[in-house]
C-alpha cells in the first residue's frame, strides 16, 4: 500500500515540509513516486519513519540517527545509553534552572526592594532560604496584617535592613548565651528576649500582639525555614527552636491582663 506525502504527515503529525527535509537528507526517501511523479511512502517507509521520530524525541540529531539507522554495525542500546546520560545531565542542570527562578520569584514575594548584591550584604545566610516567607505571603496575601508588613518591608531602605539585622544579629547572641547557659525557657531572661523579639516585629514589619507572636513561635519549633530566618542553620542549637518557643508562650502569659504585664523585674513591656 502506498501512502502520498499529505497522508503521511496526517498519521506522523509532522509537516510535509519535515518529510521533504527528511528525503533530502537522505534520511527518508519515498520507495515510489506516482505517474506525476509525487512521492509515495511505503509500509516499510512507515516504519523506517517511526523509528527516526522515537529518535527525534529523544534529542538525536539526524546525522546520529542516520548512523544508527544504516550502519548494521551499529549498537543501537549505546546510542540510548549515551544519549541516556546526557539527558540526566541536562535534566540536572534544568533543575538547578528552576531553583534560581523559584528563589527569584521568592525573594521577589517576600516585599524586600533591594538588588541581589544588596540581599546578600545584608541578609547573608539568612537570605539562601525565603521559601517561608514566600509561602506565608501566598496564604496571607488578603490579610490586612500581613499587607501592611509586606508595605513596611517594601519601604524599607538598605540602611533600615542593616539596622533590622545587626539588631537581629545582637539579639541572637543573647538568645544562645542564655540557651547555652541553661536559663530556663520560662524564666525571666528567656522571656524578656522573646518580648525583645515581639516588639522588634512590631517595630520594623506591623503590630505583633502575644497570640500573634505565638504562632510566629510555633512556626519557629515546626518549621526549619522559619526558624532559619531568625537564627541560621549554623548558629542553631538541638533544642534551641522549642526553648523559644517555650519563652514565646511564657511572656505571653506574663503580658496577659492578669499579670500586670509586668516582668520579674518590674519593667513594663507594652509595644
Known sequence: MS?????????AGITVRTLH?????????????????????????LARLQQILFYRELGFPLDEIATILEDPQANALDHL????RLLND??????????????????????????PEERFEVFGEVAFDLTYATQAHLKWQHHEGHQRSMARAAA?????WAKIMAESADWRVRLLAAFDAGEPADGTPAMDLAEEHRQHVARWFAPCPTDMHGRIADDFATDPRAFALVVPPTEQRPGLAPYLRTAVHANAVRQSPGSGGR???GRRYGG
Open 81 to 84: 545509553r549515551a544519549r541516556h
Open 3 to 11: 501512502y502520498s506525502v499529505g497522508q503521511v504527515s496526517g498519521l
Open 21 to 45: 527535509h527528511y528525503d533530502k537528507a537522505g534520511l527518508l526517501s519515498p520507495s515510489d513516486r506516482s505517474p506525476a511523479g509525487y512521492r509515495l511512502y511505503s509500509d516499510t517507509d
Open 263 to 265: 516582668g520579674a523585674g
Open 90 to 115: 541536562q535534566i540536572t542542570k534544568l533543575q538547578r534552572l528552576v531553583e534560581v527562578a523559584e528563589h527569584a520569584l521568592e525573594v521577589q514575594q517576600t516585599g524586600v526592594e533591594l538588588t
Open 156 to 160: 524599607h531602605s538598605k540602611e533600615d
